[in-house]
């Protein structure tokens, strides 16, 4: 328990809040900028059990933001869930990592979501997002929706009876119709933010505290501001309304 003499001496944790994050089970969907962050900060924190979940391979561009690939990894196109399973085995071997190369779809993400504490979004597509929402919902696992761009991000903690991502944005927005990573660009810091957020919003579901946030937060780093937003549940959700 030296390992974790820091974080048990804090008072939301302690010494039965560390030893219920040595059995807590979370999977992350996509393993980059946002994923990686959020891997490194439940390793570290000794949560028992992560799944990574990605398809895509580590390239030279990832290493800006990225935090778990190195020039090697890039340069020998690894898996990036592989790769960050190896460095997150060097990290904290007390912790099992599952990689799964595998892009996720209505057809997979009930198997990799309905045995775990927690779903965390490292995904960069609402595509994703929507699939992780309504197999969360079914299911009655709670996740935590993430994103960024530029040097903005967004997080809200999801939980079972709602609201859910579909009470926010019913439908997912029209391809094209919004900003991506590759125009308006990625700032390192706020995916290290906003992956620390949902990995604070993980440990609190997992020890069942009182003060798991319910509201949609949005950092943005380069004015220094946030702003957080109430959501209610909608009766008409196509989700978790009817």
Not at 41 to 60: H, K, P, Q, T, Y
Not at 160 to 183: K, N, Q, V
Not at 208 to 215: E, F, K, N, T, W
């Amino acid at each position: 328990m030296d390992r974790y003499q820091r974080q048990t001496a804090f008072r939301g944790i302690g010494a039965e809040g560390q030893a219920a994050l040595a059995r807590a089970r979370a999977t992350i969907i996509g393993v980059g900028a946002l994923g990686t962050a959020i891997a490194n900060s439940l390793c570290r924190a000794g949560f028992g059990f992560v799944r990574l979940v990605d398809s895509d391979r580590v390239e030279e561009s990832n290493l800006q933001r990225q935090m778990l690939f190195d020039e090697d990894d890039a340069a020998g196109r690894r898996f990036k869930a592989e790769a960050a399973a190896l460095h997150l085995g060097r990290i904290n071997s007390g912790v099992r990592v599952e990689p799964i190369v595998m892009r996720v779809d209505g057809s997979n993400v009930d198997a990799i979501a309905r045995d775990v504490d927690v779903v965390l979004d490292g995904s960069d597509n609402f595509e994703v997002r929507y699939i992780i929402n309504d197999a969360c919902v079914r299911l009655g696992v709670p996740w935590i929706y993430g994103g960024v761009l530029a040097d903005s991000g967004v997080s809200m903690s999801i939980l079972p009876g709602g609201p859910c991502l579909r009470c926010l944005i019913p439908e997912p927005p029209a391809s094209g119709s919004f900003a991506t990573p590759e125009s308006a660009g990625v700032l390192n810091q706020i995916t290290a933010v906003i992956g620390s957020i949902e990995a604070v919003e993980a440990m609190k579901i997992v020890l069942h505290s009182p003060d798991v946030r319910r509201s949609l937060v949005s950092i943005s780093l380069w004015d220094a501001s946030a702003h957080f937003v109430d959501i209610e549940k909608s009766p008409v959700c196509p989700c978790c309304g009817g």
